[in-house]
């Protein structure tokens, strides 16, 4: 069992930047794909950015690509999303998700089998 606690939310005027990080009890986190999603009330929990296993590969939603970052630390067990020109409508709970695989990125919340409890991201205009 994997847990995964996010931090790093809070509230951002619009173009500052933030940095979530996601740390993970599992010492073999190096052998599990990571994912950043997002749900804005009302909405549905959309992909934002994926990571490989050793960090070779990453993948973005159109949305953030330019504007955010997904990187990984396996010394530390964890992962961060950098998201900079922050805009109002990446207002949302952002969560951290694993998968146990050494290889390829994955883009829906069913591929995914651990998630952290999420952390809140206010973006003011």
């Known amino acids: 069992q994997v847990q995964l606690v996010e931090s790093g939310g809070g509230l951002v005027q619009a173009g500052g930047s933030l940095r979530l990080s996601c740390a993970a009890s599992?010492?073999?986190?190096?052998?599990?794909?990571m994912g950043w999603f997002r749900q804005a009330p009302g909405k549905e929990r959309e992909f934002v950015a994926a990571?490989?296993?050793?960090?070779?590969?990453?993948s973005y939603a159109v949305s953030v690509k330019g504007r955010f970052t997904i990187s990984r630390d396996n010394a530390q067990n964890t992962v961060y999303l950098q998201m900079n020109s922050l805009r109002p409508d990446d207002t949302a709970v952002y969560y951290c998700?694993?998968?146990?695989?050494?290889?390829?990125?994955?883009?829906?919340?069913?591929?995914?089998?651990?998630w952290g409890q999420g952390t809140q991201v206010t973006v003011s205009s």
């Open positions: 998700a694993a998968r146990l695989s050494n290889s390829g990125v994955y883009y829906t919340p069913r591929s995914y089998d651990y």
């Open positions: 599992e010492r073999t986190f190096n052998r599990y794909a």
């Open positions: 990571i490989t296993w050793r960090g070779g590969r990453t």
